[in-house]
T-cell receptor, first 115, second 113 residues
Framework: DAGVIQSPRHEVTEMGQEVTLRCKPI?????LFWYRQTMMRGLELLIY????????DSGMPEDRFSAKMPNASFSTLKIQPSEPRDSAVYFC?????????????FGPGTRLTVL | GEDVEQSLFLSVREGDSSVINCTYT??????LYWYKQEPGAGLQLLTY?????DMKQDQRLTVLLNKKDKHLSLRIADTQTGDSAIYFC?????????????FGTGTRLLVSP
């Protein structure tokens, strides 16, 4: 298996632009998680899905952030409009419902820089 | 609360043992985890321990769990420069339905030759 795939790996954009981050979870995994990592706040859970349905979006910082999972193999995290304080590394992770250890598998991340 | 606490930084010399400590809050967590993050990469599961165990050993890694004190530690024997990374402990609390992981702040391990 290729593991969790994220694209792009790096994104540089200007304030006010729309940014879309993409994630392909591991095949057969039922849960998908979006995290944000910054030096100041560490690793924060933004939202997670179970069987393509958003379960908890309480970590989404504000309405500028939205996430979708149209099918079991694809999810997007969109920021519109982007701001410099959104600069961070965004990780996607997935896990199987039947994995009793609840282990999450992380993608390599997307490093976002908003100028 | 859901605060998982770790010291921020640890520096050791190559060949020494490293011990990274963590305190967690939810005694109902079934599993506790150690993840490793190398520069520019995502988090990678290192090991986990079931909550009814006191110790788990996996090659150079030893995990110790003290449920009474809610204390978790990771010992790396014969630490190598390739072990330099950020190490996160995590728990899966009952109040999240065991669906979410709550991560600590991470401990940056620096191994010098």
């Amino acid at each position: 298996d290729a593991g969790v795939i994220q694209s792009p790996r790096h994104e540089v954009t200007e304030m006010g632009q729309e940014v879309t981050l993409r994630c392909k979870p591991i095949s057969g995994h039922d849960y998908l998680f979006w995290y944000r990592q910054t030096m100041m706040r560490g690793l924060e859970l933004l939202i997670y899905f179970n069987n393509n349905v958003p379960i908890d979006d309480s970590g989404m910082p504000e309405d500028r952030f939205s996430a979708k999972m149209p099918n079991a193999s694809f999810s997007t995290l969109k920021i519109q409009p982007s701001e410099p304080r959104d600069s961070a590394v965004y990780f996607c992770a997935s896990r199987r419902d039947r994995d009793v250890t609840d282990t999450q598998y992380f993608g390599p991340g997307t490093r976002l820089t908003v100028l | 609360g859901e605060d998982v606490e770790q010291s921020l930084f640890l520096s050791v010399r190559e060949g020494d043992s490293s011990v990274i400590n963590c305190t967690y809050t939810d005694s109902s967590s079934t599993y506790l985890y150690w993840y490793k993050q190398e520069p520019g990469a995502g988090l990678q599961l290192l090991t986990y321990i079931f909550s009814n165990m006191d110790m788990k050993q996996d090659q150079r890694l030893t995990v110790l769990l003290n449920k009474k004190d809610k204390h978790l530690s990771l010992r790396i024997a014969d630490t190598q420069t390739g072990d330099s990374a950020i190490y996160f402990c995590a728990e899966s609390p009952r109040n999240t339905g065991f669906q979410k992981l709550v991560f600590g702040t991470g401990t940056r391990l620096l191994v010098s030759p």
